[in-house]
C-alpha cells in the first residue's frame, strides 16, 4: 500500500455505505474467509483502502440485485466453500477409505479366531465320537 492510499475506518467506511459496522464487519469476515485480504493496523484492527471500498460498493450492489450473499463473495473473490469442503470430502474420503482397510483387517481376523475356535470345537467333538465308537468295538 503506497503511503498516499487514503485508509478508512470501519465507522467512516460503514456511514459511506450506509451499514451499519457490525454488517460491515459480517461483511469483512466473509471476505476474509475467501481469502480476501485486509490490512490491518498495529491493534490488529481492519483498516479499509480505496479498493476495499470498491469491493464493499460492489458486494452492495450485488445484494440489491438480489443476489445471494454467499454467491456474491464468491463473484468478488473467486473463492468458494464448495472448493473447501470438496478438500474436506477429499480428506473424509481418504479416512473412508483407511476405516474400510482397517474394518475389513478385524473382520478377517474376527473371522479366523472363530474359525479356529469352531475347528477346536470340532476337533474335540471328533474326539468324542472315535471314543464313543472305540468303546462300541
Known amino acids: 500500500m503506497s503511503e498516499q492510499e487514503m485508509q478508512y475506518t470501519a465507522k467512516d467506511l460503514a456511514a459511506s455505505l450506509d451499514v451499519t459496522t ?6 469483512a469476515i466473509a471476505l476474509e474467509s475467501a481469502h480476501y485480504p485486509f490490512q490491518r493496523n498495529e491493534k490488529g484492527q481492519r483498516i479499509y483502502t480505496e479498493q476495499d471500498i470498491a469491493t464493499f460498493e460492489e458486494l452492495k450492489k450485488l445484494l440489491g440485485e438480489k443476489m445471494t450473499f454467499a454467491d456474491a463473495i464468491q463473484q468478488l473473490t473467486g473463492h468458494t466453500k464448495t472448493n473447501e ?17 482397517l ?35
Not at 22 to 27: A, V
Not at 87 to 95: A, D, F, R, Y
Not at 112 to 131: A, H, S, T, V
Open 85 to 101: 469442503k470438496k478438500s474436506e470430502t477429499e480428506k473424509l474420503n481418504i479416512t473412508a477409505e483407511e476405516l474400510e482397510k
Open 22 to 27: 457490525s454488517t460491515l464487519r459480517r461483511w
Open 103 to 137: 474394518v475389513s483387517r478385524a473382520v478377517k481376523k474376527a473371522v479366523k479366531k472363530e474359525r479356529e475356535k469352531l475347528f477346536k470345537q470340532l476337533k474335540k467333538q471328533m474326539k468324542k465320537e472315535r471314543e464313543k465308537l472305540k468303546e462300541k468295538s
